[in-house]
């Protein structure tokens, strides 16, 4: 690993998109800490202490604690990802869009660009909801109009500067952006959360106690990382042969080829959606003010919320779970389904002389992908649904409330793999040994 990396620092072009990417990086951490000017930046600390709900932790994971301390970066690039989002599942539904999508590179270019204009809206529509919402109750000493307009002005720069930066490491640096930008905003929190498990069940006890607490830890998220290395790496080939053809005097074809399909097909797109969609609520509820009583929502809200899933003081609430299983599976199948098209692939390959051993082309080819897909989905699904409720079990039952659960795992290795990858085939022009290759 060491070896492969001096290889990479000796090559002029890997060398100098390494050291953007971590320039850029160093913009982006030195901009989470600088306040914005007129804001109370313990406001939300002492906010967050107050609330017995989880809901937010999830928001604050992905801002790298930006959020919490309420600088020019809070909003991190959540207002690109929800963009990203909308514009690609308004493909299926607006014919407009899914040309653009199938226009190539100047059809990319336009959705790009209306992912942009969104973007800034949503970040503008953030920042004046929390500027309102949060405003008059202390979050802006004195408040007034001129003071709103900066706090609006510089959380909505803010966001659409990541973007800019996030699109910039990825032309000019290496891997996804976005994604790298994501990822160093949930590693930067990792550290204050080990201090966390470490205080609240290595500190204080005997020697034997501490120290079988630190090693389950460790185990935990050792099996954690594995499960998320094998989900990612799971690929099913389904090999395809190219039929013979006369092309003038010529014989064209005849050469094997294979589809990949990966077990985990729709990534974290499930967990994100679900998780999203079970805090809503809660967010809601919690900043009106409405989260305590003992009515039938105030049982709901508490079912909606992972710390009290596995509670065995209150097992009742563990159904919020099943509910959150559920969304993830759905979700799985849902997002693969409007990403992955068998019958496109189907025709395709029929158009191309191409066929799968013993299926017939055609329809047969079509519900052969169908059935095989829906097995990795299912599979892919289970176990994301194991890797987030690994961290939610030790969270219920042993009271280990950290930002870093499955989710960030799965985000930050899926990341830290796909920048390899790219690294690796910038070296391999060079014929030097990759990453991956040891």
């Keep these: 690993m060491l070896k492969t990396l001096r290889n990479a620092f000796k090559i002029k072009d890997v060398r100098r998109r390494l050291f953007y990417v971590l320039l850029m990086l160093v913009v982006v951490r030195i901009g989470s800490q600088l306040p914005i000017p007129g804001v109370d930046s313990n406001y939300f600390k002492n906010w967050f202490a107050s609330q017995s709900s989880d809901a937010f932790n999830f928001f604050d994971a992905f801002t790298g604690g930006s959020f919490t301390e309420m600088s020019i970066f809070a909003l991190s690039i959540t207002p690109y990802i929800t963009s990203s989002i909308i514009i690609q599942l308004l493909t299926i539904a607006f014919k407009t869009l899914e040309d653009m999508q199938r226009d190539g590179e100047e059809g990319r270019k336009k959705l790009t660009a209306i992912t942009r204009y969104v973007t800034i809206g949503l970040a503008l529509f953030q920042s004046i909801a929390m ?8 979050l802006i000493p004195d408040i007034n109009f001129l003071k709103g307009v900066v706090v609006v002005c510089c959380l909505t720069a803010g966001s659409a500067m990541l973007m800019w930066i996030g699109e910039q490491i990825t032309e000019k640096g290496v891997g996804n952006g976005i994604s790298i930008i994501l990822m160093i905003n949930i590693v930067s929190r990792i550290p204050s959360d080990l201090v966390t498990l470490f205080e609240q069940f290595v500190k204080g006890k005997t020697i034997a106690k501490g120290a079988l607490a630190a090693l389950i830890i460790a185990a935990v998220i050792l099996v954690v990382v594995v499960l998320v290395l094998i989900l990612n790496g799971g690929v099913r080939k389904i090999p395809v042969q190219y039929s013979k053809k006369m092309v003038g005097r010529k014989v064209m074809g005849g050469q094997s080829s294979s589809i990949p399909l990966k077990v985990n097909t729709a ?37 909606l919320t992972s710390n009290n899933w596995f509670n065995p003081s209150e097992p009742v609430y563990s159904i ?22 068998p019958m496109e692939v189907a025709d395709n390959m029929k158009k191309q002389g191409g066929f799968i051993p013993g299926i017939r082309p055609g329809k047969p080819t079509q519900e052969y992908l169908e059935q095989i897909l829906s097995y990795l989905i299912f599979i892919g699904a289970t176990g994301l649904v194991i890797v987030a409720v690994i961290p939610f079990f030790f969270n219920g039952v042993f009271g280990a409330n950290v930002s870093f659960g499955g989710t960030s795992l799965i985000i930050v290795v899926g990341v830290v793999l796909e920048t390899l990858k790219q690294i690796e085939s910038r070296m391999l022009v060079r014929n030097y040994k990759g990453f991956l290759s040891e």
């Excluded at 809503?280 to 003992?294: A, E, Q, R, Y």
């Excluded at 779970?321 to 992955?340: D, E, G, H, M, N």
Aim: net charge positive.
């Design 131 to 138: 500027t309102i919402g949060f405003g008059n109750k202390g």
């Design 320 to 341: 919020g779970l099943v509910v959150y299983i559920l969304l993830v599976i759905f979700f799985a199948y849902f997002y693969t389904s409007i990403t992955f098209n």
């Design 267 to 303: 990534g974290v797109i499930p967990i994100i959606f679900a998780s999203s969609l079970m805090s809503f609520p809660v967010i809601i509820m919690t900043l009106m003010g409405k989260t305590g009583g003992d009515g039938i929502g105030g049982h709901i809200l508490k079912a």
